[in-house]
């Protein structure tokens, strides 16, 4: 990616391509939505020449994320048209009782057709808005959603590609969170969690992103945690993130 590195991709460790071949689990509740590094994600990945994104939306329709990317200086419309980005509208899905696995395994010879055709010397990266309703269509199947992405995951090893996706931590009570979120966790190879301010409510920053690389060991043979202070303004053609002051 050639584009000039960003205080967030810093902060997400894009700046030196890090993520390319991982699995990137962007973790937010219902007082701090994780959306904004999504949209950065999206925007940074179209703006590539040699990047391909496949978007899995369960959460929101096409015009949504055209309409927020336009006013990032991205143009989706065009990037689908130019085959750069394939749009999965998945709003509308629904797995029969009798044939979850069955669904699930359709889709994903859908991803890996798309990944087979366009692999040639692109970064391809997989996206799914909201892992938690990927399990709502499964009829709350969270077996056969996991078996969905450890298959989504061979393919970064197999192809190079990333995987990105959300998951609203919030609405899994204190016992699931042993079960779905914590496989998801363990699955990602950084996971960004958005959440409010430990302090407080503050007039200009919108809460803080921490973000964990397995990747990363620090001096005392633990994954490196990054903690940064954002704030989140779309402007025009660009958005403010953070603020510089942060802490690692």
């Known amino acids: ?138 009829n709350g199947s969270t077996k056969d959603v996991l078996n969905f992405m450890h298959y989504c995951h061979t393919l970064t090893t197999q192809f190079g590609c990333t995987i990105v996706t959300v998951l609203h931590e919030d609405i899994y009570s204190s016992g699931d969170e042993f079960t779905f979120p914590l496989q998801m966790k363990y699955l990602a190879d950084i996971t960004i969690k958005a959440e409010p301010l430990i302090t407080g409510l503050a007039a200009d920053v919108h809460g803080q992103l921490t973000i964990l690389n397995k990747g990363m060991i620090n001096g005392f043979g633990s994954s490196k945690r990054k903690i940064h202070n954002f704030h989140y303004k779309i402007k025009e053609n660009s958005v403010d993130y953070f603020y510089p002051g942060s802490r690692s």
């Not at 590195?5 to 810093?10: E, G, H, I, T, V």
């Not at 997400?12 to 689990?25: A, I, M, Y």
């Not at 989706?76 to 029969?96: G, H, S, V």
């Not at 798309?114 to 309703?133: F, P, R, W």
């Open 1 to 138: 990616m050639n584009r000039p590195a960003s205080l967030l991709d810093d902060a997400l460790s894009l700046s030196d391509g890090e993520s390319t071949g991982r699995v990137v689990l962007v973790e937010d509740c219902v007082e701090t939505s994780g959306a904004f590094v999504l949209h950065h994600f999206i925007r940074r990945l179209l703006s590539s020449s040699d990047s391909i994104l496949l978007f899995l939306a369960f959460a929101q329709p096409f015009s949504h994320y055209d309409r927020v990317l336009r006013k990032m200086g991205c143009n989706l419309t065009a990037q689908r048209e130019n085959k750069k980005l394939f749009f999965f509208d998945m709003l509308m899905l629904e797995c029969p009782d009798d044939g979850v696995e069955g669904g699930l395994t359709a889709l994903y010879g859908n991803i890996q057709k798309a990944i087979e055709v366009n692999s040639s010397n692109k970064n391809i990266t997989i996206m799914i808005d909201d892992i938690s309703l990927l399990e709502v269509s499964a």
